[in-house]
């Protein structure tokens, strides 16, 4: 057997006890993660040399940590996004103190993945604001009726808001049912942009089971939603991209973090800059949610720096997409946000816009205030 | 608007400073959950009486450590998993300290999944084995042809294996095409079952994106595959229902722990008793695998005994399904191994079956004569 030679690889943070430990740990990934065997029994020759792992550098960062770089053949992922996740971080997700920090993809690998289909140019025009930050909220809280879901979605759109999605908990409750309420919501926002020349978008939370999402995604789109949210942890990943690849849906797709958080809060897991950044773009989000640094979550600012940097690095023909940071949004925390994400941010604004008064038309044109000045 | 008054109630333990901030964690939780809204501008009446979440009990484990039940009306689920998983643990994944112990489930609720098609006693009459710990094994390495990996197949199956599936990091490729290693293992199975009079059984695995996983599920049963495995942190959970619950493929599916440890690991996540028992269940698994206790991960003996209640405990008409727990089989550890899980188990050996000795044949009957102690 012949293989291309190409090859991909991942960078691991490695907790170890010492040096050796680390060295050890990364030996081991190599084998883990491809051929599952003892290495004593591994073929000499084909299996040996192309598919084990291969350490291509290691790095110690102080006594108990290393930075290991390991570099499979291109061919073990099959050009699956599953498969390439599963050489990745597969079993050794279930080993504690590795971290999936970055992925180095090869062209030939990236070359399956048609990644996000608007990115940032793409939703900017869509949303005909070239250059300044843009805003984003959902429609809340859950036991509302269509009905009133649908006045605050005219309410948010009247005041200026860019998107105007679903609350990620807002499925297909007897409350509000999903048809019901997308019809009514796209609806709204489309009066409110008649009435206000603008040009605010309804995005409708498709996350369900797999022939579900995409019923749900071609009625969304028939009633006149601009965009789909989804979340990947919870629908599979191949799903969100599905949603993105398919040319008879054809819009914009916000990723949501529900479900997933425990991949970037333990010693091991998946980096922020991968999961947020890397992993969205490569199953075809356009925007990413994530809780803000300052908020009531517990990301840190670094983390932040690194999503805005996994959204917007070089990763071939893969867009670059939007992050969005929500919640803790003030008009003293964004001089700091924009000092993060630069104007390239859609800052994700929930509670916070109920809070600031009586008139959430107000708040809206309040909070719409604050990033104009950015233009 | 009135809801049944059905109420589902998931089991939290969640880490906090002092008693005073775990009750407070768990107070956030219930808004956290369902209304995402600040607690004081949550109207009053059905959404504050019925759809923000309730603390049911909260029982302090030590200074820094609570058990908390919160209920929610069975309607916020929608009767949809994925919707049931993001209540229970959609935005709080993102928050530390927070782990899902138990999901006590409504009858309502439960009525929206079938569970697993063969469970324990069906898996049992299908391999013709109603008494006996089973044996799993995996045909291995990466790299070896779809020729070599039938032959494999062929020996283990004249050795007494049960249950003979791909590795996991076997999907599609081009050194041994799903298609062309399906067929060959399939039939080399039934060629051994034949000179054997035994019921081994070979099963595929099918993970990949969902239309690629269904038309992969098809092409095996077609070839004579009578069991699918799939890794369901890779694919999305509902892509493993939809398999089990589809009539016109009615395999056994056998759960795949690969890229989902990491909500295991971590002081918050899911604990072992509800990945790998109680949502396994619910998303159709017969048999949900992990690493045993003692072997090459870091499983306790306690987890391992969790994870074995999830999988029996009483859950409503949804089926017991099999632990499978892999890694660390030896003539020593089948004692202890067996006070843990009693017959109802299924051995996964994999590396270990081929260092044993150079005979793979003799090594499975080895293998096999060691659970047949226990008939």
């Known amino acids: 057997m012949r293989l291309s030679g190409e090859r991909f690889s991942v960078l691991y943070r490695i907790i170890g006890q010492d040096a050796g430990d680390c060295y050890a740990k990364a030996q081991d990934i190599c084998y883990e993660q491809t051929v599952e065997f003892p290495p004593e029994l591994v073929p000499a020759g084909f299996i040996m040399d192309e598919i084990v792992g291969r350490i291509e550098s290691c790095q ?45 993809l090869s062209p030939l690998l990236l070359s399956n993945f ?47 808001i860019d998107i105007i999605k679903d609350d990620h908990g807002l499925t297909d409750q007897c409350f509000a049912p999903f048809d019901e309420r997308v019809k009514r919501c796209a609806e709204a926002v489309a009066t409110a942009n008649i009435e206000t020349k603008g040009n605010s978008i309804y995005v409708a939370n498709v996350t369900a089971e797999p022939q579900e999402t995409v019923r749900r995604a071609r009625l969304a789109k028939e009633a006149g939603a601009q965009g789909l949210m989804i979340a990947p942890a919870l629908t599979g990943l191949e799903v969100m991209r599905n949603l993105a690849d398919d040319p008879t849906i054809a819009l914009p797709v916000i990723c949501h973090p529900a479900f997933g958080g425990s991949y970037v809060l333990g010693s091991g897991g998946i980096s922020h800059y991968v999961l947020y950044g890397q992993i969205a773009r490569l199953a075809g989000a356009d925007a990413s949610i994530y809780p803000n640094f300052g908020g009531r979550f517990s990301f840190s600012r670094e983390e932040c720096v690194n999503i805005a940097l996994g959204t917007g690095e070089e990763m071939g023909h893969i867009k670059k997409i939007f992050p969005s940071p929500g919640g803790g949004m003030s008009l003293n925390s964004i001089p700091d946000s924009i000092e993060v994400y630069g104007n390239d941010v859609i800052f994700l604004i929930g509670g916070g816009l109920f809070r600031h008064g009586p008139d959430l038309v107000e708040n809206c044109r309040y909070f719409r205030g604050l990033i104009d000045n950015y233009s």
Request: net charge positive; hydrophobic share 40%.
């Open 60 to 104: 110690q960062i102080n006594q108990t940590c290393c930075l290991a770089e390991i570099s499979y053949a291109a061919e073990t992922a099959a050009g699956e996004l599953t498969q390439l996740l599963n050489v990745a971080f597969g079993n050794i997700s279930i080993k504690p103190g590795i971290m999936v920090e970055r992925l180095n």
């Open 114 to 160: 048609q990644g996000p289909r608007f990115g940032r140019s793409g939703l900017r025009q869509l949303l005909q604001a070239p250059n300044r930050p843009l805003l984003h909220t959902a429609l809340k809280p859950m036991g509302l009726s269509a009905g009133e879901l649908a006045k605050m979605a005219y309410q948010c759109a009247i005041g200026g």
